[in-house]
């Protein structure tokens, strides 16, 4: 009973849809959506190649190689391109009447899908890091949605509401606050992990090495609070310390040397005897 009550509810809110991108952003996002039960419709992408893979992996939806969306069915297309391309698109965008436009950025705000041609505007970004061929669990991903129309929010908070459990209303002014801590907590993260895994490589030691030490202490900072959770030589003020392994950086990783002084830096001002 609970299967037919849930097939009937995927019905009665099934979306059609349409999207504008091929890259990590659209191919999550569009097995989602037909997981979700809506239909994808058209799959526009500069590259034929890349279409027609992520094509592939969805049920009716078509390749569209031209922005021309005036005969289309859906309701709802979807920029899932780069932050730089998002302005060209809505410039060069056809869309039918009643279309919904809505990008995934982080950092670009709603007034720049004002330039196209539809009806209404928003934004549905997932908070996330994606990567082809590695599968999220989509349901748990954070999606940050905004719309100046009330009865368009309403919708939108629908659809994010049939991806995922965690979906919250945020102006564009607060979105890219939480892209630039987003970056810091995983686009400078992983450069960390990059450098970690060089200096290891060297000795032909392994990155997994430090995995149970990266996942520990990213599970006490959500529990404990971050400052909280820091240890390390800069945070004890262990100098004989910091000063042995600059100079092995000096030696082996110039490079690097600059990095480590200045986070070790920003980790001394912030410890609790330094308040």
Known sequence: MVFFFFRSYLLDAMEKISLIGTGNVAWHLAQALELAGHQLLEVFG????????????????????????????????????????????????????????????????????????????GILYPLQSFTKGRSVDFGQVPILVEADNPQVLRRLKRLAGSLSEHVQVLGSKERRV???????????????????????????????LLQPLVEETVAKAFQLGPQQAQTGPAQRGDEETLLRQQSFLAERHPDMLELYAAFSARIQAYAPDKK
């Open 46 to 121: 500069r590259s034929p190649k890349q279409a027609h893979a992520l094509i592939e992996n969805l049920y009716i939806a078509e390749y569209q190689d031209h922005l021309d969306f005036s005969e289309s069915e859906a309701t709802w297309f979807i920029l899932a391109v780069s932050d730089d391309a998002i302005a060209d698109c809505c410039e060069e965008l056809i869309l039918p009447e009643g279309a919904i436009l809505l990008h995934t950025s982080g950092t670009v705000p709603l007034d720049v899908l004002y330039a196209s041609s539809a009806d209404e505007v």
């Open 178 to 208: 939480v892209h630039v801590a987003a970056v810091f907590v995983s686009n400078f993260t992983n450069h960390l992990l990059t450098m970690a895994s060089t200096v290891l490589g060297e000795e032909e030691l392994e990155l997994g």
